[in-house]
């Protein structure tokens, strides 16, 4: 079965420093991989996704992501935090079975930007 | 395109009572799907649909949940004899057959007193 994980429940960055957060997965074949975003009380929105493309993939909001195989990781970066960025943040690995495309998302990280 | 739309987005309900949840997707979004999400957790697949036809369920969904897409547009997602657990926010999500990013609408809030 297909999983991911989110190291790092929470993180917590100066504005303006470097994001990471963290994603490793788990899959027998080539994955199709997503990070979304969540803001208080609202749904998920599409930062970026990997499907077997580029491996450096970038998204909205200044978001990029690297798949790399050999370390099974498919971390999310953003250069320099805004304040904008505090919100939870969601890794997933889709799983094709019969014609539906699942999403297996991480536990997610929270992200806290401070002055 | 106006995104997955939900509603309501927020529902307080009495242990043992009944409510549904509605879902419009994407127009032409031929798949459709409900994750159901608890605090501190990520979103957790449900059912899923292709048209009107119900081609997957989670054994998370128990025999109190029922969802239903009529004529392969909307979704309900009906919750019988509510419980505490059931307190959550359930997410509907939609996607074309042949795309590969999977839309989430804003998720309705249950809130089980």
């Known amino acids: 079965a297909q999983s991911v994980t989110q190291l790092g429940s929470h993180v917590s960055v100066s504005e303006g420093a470097l994001v990471l957060l963290r994603c490793n997965y788990s899959s027998s074949v080539p994955p199709y991989l997503f990070w979304y975003v969540q803001y208080p009380n609202q749904g998920l929105q599409l930062l970026l996704k990997y499907t077997s493309a580029a491996t450096l993939v970038k998204g909205i909001n200044g978001f990029e992501a690297e798949f790399k195989k050999s370390e099974t990781s498919f971390h999310l970066t953003k250069p320099s935090a805004h304040m904008s960025d505090a919100a939870e943040y969601f890794c997933?690995?889709?799983?094709?079975?019969?014609?539906?495309?699942?999403?297996?998302f991480g536990t997610g990280t929270r992200l806290q930007v401070t002055l | 395109d106006t995104g997955v739309s939900q509603n309501p987005r927020h529902k307080i309900t009495k242990r043992g009572q009944n409510v549904t949840f509605r879902c419009d997707p994407i127009s032409e979004h031929n798949r459709l799907y409900w994750y159901r999400q608890t605090l501190g957790q990520g979103p957790e697949f449900l059912t899923y649909?292709?048209?009107?036809?119900?081609?997957?369920k989670s054994r998370l969904l128990s025999d109190r949940f029922s969802a239903e897409r009529p004529k392969g547009s909307f979704s309900t997602l009906e919750i019988q004899r509510t419980e505490q657990g059931d307190s959550a926010m359930y997410l509907c999500a939609s996607d074309p057959s042949a795309g590969n990013t999977i839309y989430f609408g804003e998720g309705s809030w249950l809130t089980v007193v």
């Open positions: 649909f292709q048209n009107e036809a119900q081609l997957e």
């Open positions: 997933a690995v889709r799983t094709n079975t019969g014609t539906a495309s699942k999403l297996t």
